[in-house]
């Protein structure tokens, strides 16, 4: 099986940063995508950021020149450092990747979500 477990949330003041983590771990063969989405109260969720493999990363322009999205050299860990934090950008983050998996076949994986809190 595989798992997305995301950590880096919490409050944070406006003007601040936060970097949040997302690791696949279990059987992965291969991830071709990941990606970062939000969801506030009574909004749908949302893409933040994401990235292809071996392709350039696409953000939000809600996020542009704040937020950073990146993979480790292994692959299975993406990041997204987040700049100059708005209360706006509150919400839960969820990582999303898609994963070849031991089916050998490439699938949608969610993580559980991590709560990011902007206010002073």
């Known amino acids: 099986q595989v798992q997305l477990m995301e950590s880096g949330g919490g409050l944070v003041q406006p003007g601040g940063s936060l970097r949040l983590s997302c690791a696949a771990s279990g059987t992965v063969f291969s991830i071709n995508y990941m990606g970062w989405y939000r969801q506030a109260p009574g909004n749908q969720r949302d893409m933040v950021a994401s990235?292809?493999?071996?392709?350039?990363?696409n953000y939000a322009d809600s996020v542009k020149g704040r937020f950073t999205i990146s993979r480790d050299n292994a692959g299975n860990t993406v990041y997204l450092q987040m700049n100059s934090l708005k209360p706006e950008d509150a919400a839960v983050y969820y990582c999303?990747?898609?994963?070849?998996?031991?089916?050998?076949?490439?699938?949608?994986?969610w993580g559980q979500g991590t709560q990011v809190t902007v206010s002073s």
């Open positions: 990235i292809y493999e071996g392709g350039t990363p």
């Open positions: 999303h990747a898609r994963i070849q998996d031991y089916t050998s076949r490439f699938r949608d994986y």
